[in-house]
């Protein structure tokens, strides 16, 4: 049973538009999100996180959205970027009464920005 | 660079040997994570230590599969008696603090002939 869901495989995306990423998750002990960016060969890598307590975090072109209420965040990318194209994880932990689990991830989204 | 280096970059083996893969993250880094990835999936947790301490392992992490951290600071992954379903993107990962992101290696790509 998947925690972590990105039911989008791949999303194409105009340079200059906003991209948006979007990731569901059924563990409403999960209370740390975060996004991760894979080029091929390469490992994840860190790109922002968010934490339970709050509904938005920004930096710089990214900026996430939390909705604990229908446990779903979003990534948006704004403007998107050629160099942006690559595979998008979202990833979760979860709290379990201070003892925290470890991070589980979705199957990722592969985001192409077209110049 | 997130200062986690992983050594081979890629192995391939004959099914049945035995292959072991190294992690070395930078100092500060006391969590140490082991994770595999395979085409078409987002990386599956397979085990994870505090300083030398191996803290949890994964129901993935079968009887072949062995990691250790014997002082804390880099770790070792060895698969015995490979099989071809062991074919993938191993991925070592490190983190300071407890929450605070993973840094993961560029991973060593296993194949099984």
């Known amino acids: 049973d998947q925690q972590v869901k990105q039911n989008s495989p791949s999303l194409s995306v105009q340079e200059g538009r906003i991209s948006i990423l979007n990731c569901d998750y059924t563990n409403s002990m999960f209370d740390y999100f975060l996004w991760y960016k894979k080029y091929p060969a390469e490992g994840p890598t860190f790109l922002i996180s968010i934490s339970s307590i709050k509904d938005k975090n920004e930096d710089g072109r990214f900026t996430v959205f939390l909705n604990k209420s229908a446990k779903h965040l979003s990534l948006h990318i704004v403007p998107s970027q050629p160099g942006d194209s690559a595979v998008y994880f979202c990833?979760?932990?979860?709290?379990?009464?201070?003892?925290?689990?470890?991070?589980?991830f979705g199957k990722g989204t592969k985001l192409s920005v077209k110049p | 660079d997130t200062g986690v280096s992983q050594d081979p970059r890629h192995k391939i083996t004959k099914r049945g040997q035995n292959v072991t893969f190294r992690c070395d993250p930078i100092s500060e880094h006391n969590r140490l994570y082991w994770y595999r990835q395979t085409l078409g999936q987002g990386p599956e947790f397979l085990t994870y230590f505090q300083n030398e301490a191996q803290l949890e392992k994964s129901r993935l992490l079968s009887d072949r599969f062995s990691a250790e951290r014997p002082k804390g600071s880099f770790s070792t992954l060895e698969i015995q008696r490979t099989e071809q379903g062991d074919s993938a993107m191993y991925l070592c990962?490190?983190?300071?603090?407890?929450?605070?992101?993973?840094?993961f290696g560029n991973g060593t790509r296993l194949t099984v002939t």
């Open positions: 990833a979760a932990r979860a709290n379990y009464g201070g003892s925290q689990g470890n991070l589980i």
């Open positions: 990962a490190a983190s300071r603090q407890p929450n605070s992101p993973l840094h």
